[in-house]
């Protein structure tokens, strides 16, 4: 199928402008449904222990005690990922905004980080490729909003292909048919591509700049 041909079929199916709107909702729904979470547990679970101490079952405090201190450790991990996720969440808006969807890539080749279940710190990253042979450079990756430990890092459905939004040399937001998820990603050898970026037209330099991705961010 011709490259115009296949883009427009793409585009047609998927709308970035929808893609941003959903992204940011996403991101704005998993802060506060944590930060309440956390919130209850460390302010609610004190509370509560001072009624089940003078309850039938005064026992019971040693089972809700220690929700206080989740909860507290729980608020504490979230200022300090909050940064990050305001970055990731706002690279994705921009570049949503300032690029149309490029494609589907069917494949995708888990390079490092399959086994990133039980290895969180560990970078995810992989390789996409078309139907016809055409793959990207090795791409690092972050899942927006971010995924809880009990889930895993890699998106579900990722393995059935994803629709891809930017340009891979600098910056791309990753959406993922198959369970909605979505992720950032960026080369992981930002500087073997540094010669692609550098012959770049102006009109690609300059979209990357107004999206933001025209320097590293993960």
Same mark, same amino acid.
């Given at each position: 199928?011709?490259?115009?041909?296949?883009?427009?079929?793409?585009?047609?199916?998927?709308?970035?402008?929808?893609?941003?709107?959903?992204?940011?909702?996403?991101?704005?729904?998993?802060?506060?449904?944590?930060?309440?979470?956390?919130?209850?547990?460390?302010?609610?679970?004190?509370?509560?222990?001072?009624?089940?101490?003078?309850?039938?079952?005064?026992?019971?405090?040693?089972?809700?005690?220690?929700?206080?201190?989740?909860?507290?450790?729980?608020?504490?991990?979230?200022?300090?990922?909050?940064?990050?996720?305001?970055?990731?969440?706002?690279?994705?808006?921009?570049?949503?905004?300032?690029?149309?969807?490029? =494609?589907?890539?069917? %494949?995708?080749?888990?390079?490092? /980080? $399959?086994? *990133?279940?039980?290895?969180? &710190?560990?970078?995810?990253? !992989?390789?996409?490729?078309?139907?016809?042979?055409?793959?990207?450079?090795?791409?690092?990756?972050?899942?927006?909003?971010?995924?809880?430990?009990?889930?895993?890092?890699?998106?579900?459905?990722?393995?059935? =292909?994803?629709?891809? %939004?930017?340009?891979?040399?600098? /910056? $791309?937001? *990753?959406?993922?048919?198959? &369970?909605?998820?979505?992720? !950032?990603?960026?080369?992981?050898?930002?500087?073997?591509?540094?010669?692609?970026?550098?012959?770049?037209?102006?009109?690609?330099?300059?979209?990357?700049?107004?999206?933001?991705?025209?320097?590293?961010?993960?």
């Amino acid at each position: 199928m011709p490259e115009e041909t296949r883009r427009a079929d793409v585009q047609g199916a998927v709308d970035a402008a929808v893609l941003r709107r959903t992204v940011t909702a996403r991101a704005w729904w998993a802060g506060i449904r944590s930060g309440g979470i956390f919130a209850v547990m460390a302010f609610g679970a004190p509370a509560l222990t001072g009624v089940v101490r003078d309850s039938a079952w005064p026992w019971l405090v040693y089972v809700v005690a220690p929700f206080t201190g989740v909860g507290i450790i729980g608020l504490i991990g979230m200022f300090k990922s909050v940064p990050v996720a305001v970055l990731l969440t706002r690279a994705c808006r921009r570049t949503l905004a300032r690029y149309p969807v490029d =494609g589907f890539w069917p %494949v995708i080749e888990k390079v490092d /980080g $399959a086994e *990133g279940d039980k290895r969180r &710190s560990k970078a995810l990253t !992989f390789r996409l490729r078309t139907a016809e042979g055409e793959e990207s450079p090795v791409m690092r990756m972050h899942p927006v909003p971010r995924r809880a430990v009990w889930r895993g890092p890699w998106p579900e459905g990722m393995d059935s =292909g994803v629709y891809v %939004v930017g340009d891979l040399a600098f /910056g $791309a937001v *990753g959406y993922v048919p198959a &369970s909605g998820g979505f992720f !950032f990603m960026q080369p992981d050898d930002w500087d073997a591509c540094a010669q692609e970026r550098r012959v770049a037209g102006g009109d690609r330099v300059g979209r990357a700049r107004g999206a933001g991705v025209d320097r590293r961010i993960i």
